[in-house]
């Protein structure tokens, strides 16, 4: 039962929509007012100044040979994805032991809770300290990230309805049967749920760590940045995040009903 009407959630969206396309247009106006003030003024860019800006960034190599925006861009989903991937299989794992044997749920709740507890970013001076030399965001990721996906599919895995074990049981399945055939095809649309759900934590994650530790990546060009004062690139970078941010939301969202067709509730639930 959806608690708004259809129609009336989207007449909101489409207000949100409108709302942040004024004040788009209020930022633009103030900051061309502000120009023409001052031209020398670098705290509010205008739009040809950003477009000017972020094309440069794109489009002209630097010193090194690179393209700034691509490569920053490549050098954090790099991090990334692995880091999702890794997080997400370890996490199903755990989560799927912990929900369906109690002597696992014994012995790993305990330190599953502690470790999800943890702030993630306070381990980043142990992995710098252990591999100053490394790239830290992988190991930082996929440590933030696995005990909140492994906690999730616990929870997911035991909220299974009795009767669909009882049943698999009475038809002779074994507890790999049960694992492989009945609970694991009912966690993975689970599984990107709550990937989408932790998305943001990832995001996070990967641009204050590749802040902290001068790695190369969004985050770590969005502080540099800051050191040069540069708002007509950084604005850009942070709309360029944002896009990022949004597609993986999108594919994530629709990733489940797309892969799982049979797994439309669940789909909708988190959209």
Do not use: K
Request: glycine content about 8%.
């Amino acid at each position: 039962m959806r608690l708004v009407p259809r129609r009336d959630a989207r007449l909101g969206s489409g207000l949100s929509w409108l709302l942040l396309l004024a004040l788009i247009a209020l930022y633009f106006a103030v900051a061309e007012h502000r120009i023409a003030l001052d031209p020398l003024d670098r705290r509010m860019p205008g739009f040809s100044q950003m477009l000017s800006a972020m094309a440069d960034a794109a489009f002209t190599a630097d010193g090194e040979g690179r393209y700034r925006l691509w490569h920053d861009t490549a050098a954090s989903l790099g991090s990334l994805v692995p880091a999702l991937v890794i997080s997400a299989l370890i996490g199903l794992v755990i989560g799927i032991a912990c929900g369906a044997q109690p002597l696992f749920a014994a012995s790993l709740s305990p330190a599953l809770t502690a470790f999800s507890t943890i702030p993630a970013l306070a381990l980043l001076p142990v992995l710098l300290i252990w591999h100053p030399a490394s790239n830290p965001q992988l190991p930082l990721l996929v440590l933030g990230l696995t005990p909140l996906i492994a906690r999730e599919i616990q929870q997911q895995t035991r909220a299974l309805g009795r009767e669909q074990i009882d049943r698999a049981f009475t038809l002779g399945a074994n507890g790999w049967t049960l694992v492989t055939r009945v609970i694991l095809p009912q966690m993975l649309p689970r599984l990107l749920v709550a990937l989408r759900i932790h998305l943001g934590v990832a995001w996070l994650l990967l641009i204050a760590g590749e802040a902290l530790s001068e790695s190369p990546g969004l985050g770590q060009r969005l502080f540099a940045l800051r050191a040069e004062a540069a708002m007509a690139l950084i604005l850009p970078y942070l709309l360029w995040i944002a896009l990022l941010v949004y597609a993986g939301d999108g594919l994530l969202r629709i990733a489940p009903s797309r892969l799982f067709p049979w797994f439309t509730h669940g789909a909708r639930a988190a959209a």
